[in-house]
């Protein structure tokens, strides 16, 4: 906890991404988009390392490529010539700009530089093969991964959704953001919609661009993704439900379809444990007017058995956790739920809202409440999570060293896993998820008591 007073420590191992990766990630989940990032060629070449790591998928990212010089006359001129590039090469139908530190500090005025370009195009006459042009501001000096991410969704969703008179009603339709979850997440999202009997939007969708089949062919830009045809059309949806407890009743997009088009928005924690997927699913129950499926109903009954049954190996147990606010709150709502003790809940991200939505999962479950820090980096983290004597660590592949140390299991969730093989396909929601989260949770404790037995008992 640093006081007004204390020296100040350089943060020497980030627990947050820098904003630009999350537009990145979040462009990647539209159909035929290319995301571009306006800044220094290294900014896309660490993202694209970072990103391919994670989920084993080529992921390029186009760049204006700046150097010294245009640091100093601004980057215009490389930026409209980016985007010829992208044109000539991919073919793209959406061109996703992110902006970086570099280019917000010398003040390049993006959304004008685009108008500029699109006029220029169409008097070349070649503005009809002009791809789709969204632009988000994401400078890392101020916010993370997550921020960037949701800003390149509303960003898509304000570009595409437009007056609510033309749009037919389409009544048996949800839009789903989902916000960053993995690629199996979105997938299961779906197979529930689909059980519910109701199309969907669902917005970003990474499920086939971040993990898609294996091809003969290199793609350009993979297949999947949400149509743009289906975003244009949001605005006549049911309702809109947004996940994340940390971003409801701010600036977002489900809130943008509110209050332009008039869709409901339900907003909702990130349905990780019993309590958060209940209240998901009770949601489409009420809104839809229709019964919950019986697979869902079985696959609910079965976890909660599970909770039993687990009971006697994870009570009490000290955990410490951390990642994305949203999934670290998640993920607390569930360790809460099976008697298992959040010790730090910890993020890198800044929003300002963790410790209440935190508060919110655990108040009535546990006393005290956890140790909450946000805006932390690993070296802080390390330092205060030694002091309490964790049991199990659960949260990214930075978590790694700290485990090491310390002698204890981590459970790998979230994003990025660069250690371990398969972190696109990791099912963290609803009750799936959950019962995946379990089983990892209580295995990695019998594992540890396992080889740290001098009997070494074969039946726990």
Known sequence: MHHSNAPYTSTTNACKLCKPLGACLAFRGIEGAVPFL????GCATYMRRYVISHFREPMDIASSSLGEKHAVYGGEANLKQGLRNVMHKYEAKLVGVATTCLTETIGDDVPMILKAFRREMEESGVGSSLPALVSVSTPSYSGAHMEGFHGAVRAVVDQFTGDPEVLPPRENRVNLLPGFVSPADTRYLREILDDFGVESVILPDISETMDGPAMEDYAKIPGGGTAIEDIRS???????????????????????????????????GTPIGLRESDVFFSTLKCTLQRKIPRKHTLERGRLVDAYVDAHKYVFGKKVVVFGEEDLVVGLTAFLAEIGAVPVLCASGGESGRFRECIEGVTSGILSPSPEVREGMDFYDIAEEAESLSPDLLIGHSKGFHLAKRLGIPLIRVGFPIHDRFGGQRILHLAYRGTQNLLDRVVNALLEKKQEDSPVGYGYM
Not at 239 to 244: P, S, Y
Request: glycine share 20%; net charge positive.
């Open 38 to 41: 306006h800044g220094s060629q």
């Open 234 to 268: 949001m605005g006549g949806s049911r309702c809109t439900l947004e996940l994340g407890r940390t971003i409801m009743g701010t600036d977002t997009a489900g809130r943008l379809l509110r209050e332009r088009c008039g869709v409901p928005l339900h907003g909702m």
